[in-house]
């Protein structure tokens, strides 16, 4: 379900080792060759050879992964069916219990960033069901593949750099264990490498965030990155009102931002 988050980084001229990084392909054939230039220029943009080998060690291109990407399917243009069935009884059920199961942190959540704990929920219920599907791809792997696939190379490769500096700064300790969805996203409410860098925060902002594993984490660093992207405190999140705008900034999908919000409506007895 999820957009791509995915930031605008500038990569240096790198000279020859940028230069034998440009090469993409369309299927496996050339991407060990690429993988082993592509070495020099994370060196040089800053991650070392080791946590480059812990990452990308033995990683082959993953063709179930060009096939997600090649068939991937836009939500469609009939609302009201996908919300049906994304916003049901049961998810909504849910949703409430998790609002009082994470009162304390969400209280603390919307305080700093003034994002309320519906819109959270809603978002961390359509992302992973709560938490409890993170994606299967390995995450290095499928980042990886999207980078020496030539349909977006440039942006999967400032992501691939972005995840490799996770592993270089001990945020990701073991990164060939590390799952997620095929495009790249990590953690319960699927960020990309570069939000996970930018926006990873815990919900009193003390500590090491751990967005996999701990759902408290997951929300707060979905709030910081609302709150950078607009997110104005007490006003309304529903189409038309000032905060959707911000959730557009979550997912530009305008179907997914309208169903996050009627869910958080639902969630917050509306």
């Known amino acids: ?11 240096a001229d790198l000279g020859g080792a940028s230069a034998r990084a440009e090469d993409c392909g369309k299927n496996g054939e050339g991407f060990n060759r690429w993988l ?3 070495k020099q220029v994370a060196i040089l943009d800053g991650v070392s050879a080791g946590a480059f080998d812990a990452a990308l060690g033995g990683v082959s291109y993953d063709p179930e992964v060009k096939r997600h990407d090649g068939g991937v399917a836009m939500f469609g243009h009939n609302f009201a069916g996908f919300a049906a069935s994304h916003v049901t009884p049961g998810m909504v059920a849910r949703g409430k219990a998790e609002l009082k199961r994470y009162a304390e942190p969400l209280a603390k959540i919307e305080q700093r960033f003034g994002v309320p704990g519906p819109v959270l929920v809603a978002i961390w219920g359509q992302e ?4 409890g599907d993170n994606g299967s791809f390995p995450t290095y792997t499928a980042l990886a593949t999207l980078a020496y696939d030539c349909r ?6 400032a ?37 996970y860098l930018m926006f990873a925060t815990t919900p009193d ?36 009102e000032p905060n959707f705008a911000a959730i557009l900034q979550w997912n530009s999908a305008e179907i997914y931002a309208k ?12």
């Open 1 to 11: 379900m999820r957009g791509w988050l995915l930031a605008a980084v500038v990569l």
């Open 36 to 38: 082993n230039s592509f």
């Open 128 to 131: 992973t069901s709560f938490g």
């Open 152 to 157: 977006r190379a440039e942006r999967y490769r």
């Open 159 to 195: 992501e691939l750099i972005d995840a490799l500096m996770l592993v270089e700064r001990g945020i990701v300790q073991h990164p060939s264990q590390l799952r997620g969805a095929w495009a790249g996203e990590i953690g319960q409410t699927q960020l990309m490498p570069s939000a």
């Open 205 to 240: 902002g003390t500590g090491t965030p751990d967005l996999v594993h701990d759902g408290a984490d997951a929300l707060a660093s979905t709030a910081n990155f609302l709150k950078a992207h607009g997110w104005q405190q007490g006003a309304g999140w529903d189409e038309g």
């Open 259 to 270: 169903t996050v919000a009627l869910f958080a409506d639902r969630l917050a007895g509306r």
